[in-house]
């Protein structure tokens, strides 16, 4: 059973003048605590100056104050451990990477209560799960759709999750996502390039800058809006083309931002929707004449959006080592690959 954990504070000179500002500021590095989880052992209770419980945030604290933090031990998570199965790519005590297969939901919600992610996650981890907001969980930093298959980052402690999550905030970390589209993007396409919030780099390389947020009809979906919704930005190159003239294409996009199927919504934004997507993807089908029937029924066939997040990449929270991981195609994708008339990968690796 994990045990309380207790932090002596002394104030430094010049203090901010709240005390979860000072407490943010000053509290030992190794304890990896926030401020919204500081501002949380406030309100509960675990705060301490002279023997005497603050529980007001903005309090007045003075240099050389000794404030006394006890963490009381993380409350177990409603979330059952399940032993499923897990694809892990790297492990340490702060942190797992997983190779996620398609269809396995990330966190539970109403109506996938079990079976997901977090679910074998509880499991896989036990007691190395140090406490993530003062509950024995793993830290979700950053999800990827149910039907899209591959790295995620997922945090074992405070510190790994304050530490991976200002990373996602700053944009800072590299996430690279293989897809199959329909189409060819074009550069000398006209079309291509009026389309609202779509340029072309050197390189090759299209850029994506819009808006999004919830579909104004359709609650379930998320759309480019005019006005409203969140700044996304996209980045996407070819990778390679199959058929004549330009059916289809696997391409290699870049996240800058991490909005809720950003990507299936950019690319159908831009006239090249994700192969199989049952949400944006239309009903669109492949020209038989540019690839041939077999081609024609992979793609008609394929059971979800083909999207592989293929590389992760960021600096370790605890030790500032960068780390990089790649992952091959899944085979659903990379049959799909070989029927549109191209090659397979590689296994899964890391780059330290």
């Not at 002394?10 to 990896?32: M, S, Y």
């Not at 990827?144 to 405070?158: E, M, N, R």
Request: some cysteine.
């Amino acid at each position: 059973m994990s045990t309380p954990r207790r932090f002596t504070v002394t104030i430094g000179p010049n203090p901010p003048a709240r005390l979860d500002k000072a407490l943010a500021r000053d509290v030992p590095e190794a304890a990896g605590l926030s401020r919204s989880r500081l501002a949380k052992a406030i309100a509960s209770g675990e705060v301490r100056r002279g023997g005497a419980v603050l529980r007001d945030a903005k309090a007045k604290v003075a240099e050389g104050e000794v404030i006394e933090i006890a963490l009381a031990a993380p409350a177990e998570v409603a979330a059952l451990a399940e032993n499923i199965p897990l694809a892990v790519v790297y492990e340490d005590a702060a942190l797992i990477v997983i190779d996620k297969p398609a269809g396995m939901v990330v966190h539970p919600a109403p109506g996938a209560g079990s079976g997901t992610l977090v679910n074998a996650l509880l499991a896989h981890c036990g007691e190395s799960l140090s406490g993530i907001g003062g509950e024995k969980r793993p830290g979700i930093v950053h999800r990827i759709d149910k039907d899209t298959s591959g790295l995620l980052v997922v945090a074992k402690t405070d510190r790994a999750h304050a530490g991976l999550a200002a990373q996602f905030a700053a944009h800072s970390v590299e996430r690279e996502y293989m897809a199959f589209v329909h189409g060819l993007p074009d550069a000398a396409d006209a079309r291509l390039r009026g389309v609202p919030g779509l340029s072309v780099e050197a390189g090759g390389v299209f850029r994506i800058a819009t808006q999004i947020g919830r579909h104004r009809t359709d609650r379930q979906r998320q759309a480019v809006l005019a006005a409203g919704g969140r700044h996304a930005v996209t980045r996407f190159r070819v990778e390679e083309a199959f058929g004549r003239p330009g059916a289809a294409a696997r391409i290699a996009c870049w996240l800058e931002t991490g909005r809720t199927h950003q990507i299936r919504v950019h690319m159908a934004h831009a006239g090249h929707g994700l192969i199989g997507d049952p949400v944006y993807g239309g009903r669109r089908r492949l020209p038989a004449r540019a690839l041939g029937e077999a081609a024609v029924e992979a793609a008609a066939k394929f059971p979800r959006q083909a999207l592989h997040a293929a590389t992760l990449g960021f600096v370790h929270p605890e030790d500032g080592k960068r780390l990089i991981f790649s992952s091959a195609l899944p085979l659903d994708m990379q049959v799909l690959q070989a029927a549109l008339g191209g090659e397979t990968e590689a296994q899964s690796s890391v780059i330290e």
